[in-house]
């Protein structure tokens, strides 16, 4: 046990941080020292100051305290929200609570686009918080453990992320988010955009199903090139490429480009697979889908968030590749119906598990035979007969608790009530929901888009649990092997426990054992021994067992295995004593 001694401190210096880390996120993580109770003076939403110190506010982490700032000279920008998270005092530039190293207080200039500069040094500061990737879910949890202990500051999971530029160059913003220019090349976030025109740097433009066009936060070009933030992408711009205006929300978290002119997809920069080209959405809508799926000639692909990989969901279902958007998720393709519901797995304790779209087709009515009879001036979804049936084709999507994109209505007052010129509530369309009056419609199901969560936060569970049963089952292995409480080794002894703190043997005056009670109720017993030095000092005294066991010991056992403690000092000419 000896010789293995680093690698048991090791084994238990990493068990005792994981379990001690999980208890410092449960119980001891300290307390925001800002809430909405706390009289403080607020700067500017970002910055206050309190109790002498000044504080900046990360959103998705609280307050952190800016250390050595001076609350007497620090000061904000006024006049642009955008600047908010932008401080200074006499000495420092603060991002959040941060110091922006090089950059003067005393000539700090706000050039727009988040870009700030003191006339030689110069600064890309993002104006919302965002996830910190240099912290790991490990040492985020071993940062929370040191705080609870009082060893260090809250970690940051999130902060105001930063970029320096280059010196020696004049930086102007240009029109376009996080966008500046200077005489060579084009920026974004502070990273260069290779190759590219600063003289024509500009936004791609976003079309949207309403006709509605807007400005691309991700995607740029320079006329000649085609750029995904700071990424340099493999095709030449023309006037038709776009950015694809998605309203769903899941759907509407990944930045999708088009490029009509051959049909190929890019989502945030990654190339779908040119072998499968064109490809065309499956409406713009989405609001009863997770995720936005792509018809190609054989099949359906979508992109899974979680693997960052294009995958396929599965055999192209309509005839000649053709499907037209009668209303929201809902489609025609020779004389069948087809539409989009939405779903969540969830498990006890575990929380959110995937997130699937479904393509379905509506069974027992032909596309031909649908006939839309709402009121043109309805304000809610939209009402349709097919003999003598009729469907509530839902605008509200899942995000309103109405998963799926067709209801059969049930109830003669709820198809008046959907059908007529007034408006409808939400609370009333999910009440007539529950209450049966409108049903999800009789249906088969076509294919699935299905995202896995990767729940990274449950394996440090497993982990720890993990650990506590190996400790258990290493216990039951060597159940009955004899441990000696002590090793006899280069004229010392050495207590045989996790420290192997070691004593001279010409140094000890005696060892003394006693045979004690380890558990009162039951009756078990376990030695001790304590060592009396020469120098009148003695050791801490050290509990043992006969042998590595779960059961209790009688005393008999214990003093007879005493006595054979006493015969190996006595033969190394160790006195002992049992007492």
Known sequence: MYKYRFLIYGFFILLFM???????????SKDDPINYNTKTKDLNGVFSVYDGKVYALVPS??????????????????????????GYDNQHVYAGNIILKGLRPEGLKVLGNNYYTDGTTTYYCARNSENNEALSGVGFIIGLAGEGLGLGDKPQSYWYPFQKLAGGKTYQPKPGFAIAVNDEV?????????ESNPK??????????????????????DGKKVYYQNDLLPLAYNDKICQIGIEGDMPSRSNYLINPQNGMVYVDGKPFDESKAPYRLLGMSLEHAYQALFVSKDALYFYNTETEEVERAGDNPFQDNQFREIAPDVFTSGNKIYFLKATESWARNRGLQSRTTHLLELKGVQAASLKKISHPDSQQGSVWQAGNRYFYFDDLGSSQLMVSSIYEIKDINALKSLASAGRVGPD???????????????SETILKAKTDKNNEWYRSYWLIFGAVVLVYVISFLFRNVKVHPFLLKDDYLILNNLLFKKYKIEDIEKVVFRAVKSNPKMGGYSGTMRI???????????????????????ETQVITYIRELQKILKAAGIESKFS
């Open 428 to 442: 009333a369309i999910r009440n007539l929901s529950r209450t049966n009056k409108i049903t999800e419609a009789e």
């Open 186 to 194: 084009a920026f974004f976030k502070g990273q260069e955009m290779k």
């Open 61 to 86: 982490n609280g307050h952190y305290e800016v250390k050595g700032a001076d609350p007497a000279s620090f000061k904000v920008i006024r006049g642009n929200y955008a600047d908010n998270q932008i």
């Open 532 to 554: 009396d030095l020469k120098n009148g000092k003695s050791s801490r005294t050290t509990l043992f067992t006969t042998r590595m066991t779960f059961v209790s010991e009688t």
């Open 200 to 221: 024509t740097i500009r936004p791609i433009k976003i079309h949207y199903w309403d006709r509605d066009v807007r400005n691309s936060n991700d995607y740029f070009t």
């Open 18 to 28: 994981l379990m001690f880390g999980l208890m410092s996120i449960s119980l001891f």
